[in-house]
């Protein structure tokens, strides 16, 4: 049974930091991609950050850069995001995806996995 797991979220006030990690379990962690979503109120899911089935490639939305980390540590099935500088704007739940392409005899196929989310409110 496929599962990820988000936990870290909770009330920091604006500066802050918080950690949010994903654990993994029911596939092969280290052969997905994984990523952090979010989604504010009224707004639509975007991405946040994502990091490469090796580790050695990383990608941030514009708005992170600088301020957001992700990791992963394949040894625990964990994927991680280091948040810092926190701005009331980073309010939202956040979710973790997993994600591989594979090609086979029929042609492309995605795996693709989402946890349940977890909430972040940054405010004073």
């Known amino acids: 049974q496929v599962q990820l797991v988000e936990s870290g979220g909770g009330l920091v006030q604006p500066g802050g930091s918080l950690r949010l990690s994903c654990a993994a379990s029911?596939?092969?962690?280290?052969?997905?991609?994984m990523s952090w979503y979010r989604q504010a109120p009224g707004k639509e899911r975007e991405l946040v950050a994502a990091i490469s089935s090796a580790g050695g490639s990383t990608n941030y939305a514009d708005s992170m850069k600088g301020r957001f980390t992700i990791s992963r540590d394949d040894a625990k099935n964990t994927a991680y995001l280091q948040m810092n500088s926190l701005k009331p704007e980073d309010t939202a739940v956040y979710y973790c995806?997993?994600?591989?392409?594979?090609?086979?005899?029929?042609?492309?196929?995605?795996?693709?996995?989402w946890g349940q989310g977890t909430q972040v409110t940054v405010s004073s």
């Open positions: 995806n997993a994600q591989k392409l594979v090609y086979n005899e029929l042609g492309p196929k995605t795996y693709d996995y």
């Open positions: 029911g596939f092969t962690f280290s052969s997905y991609a």
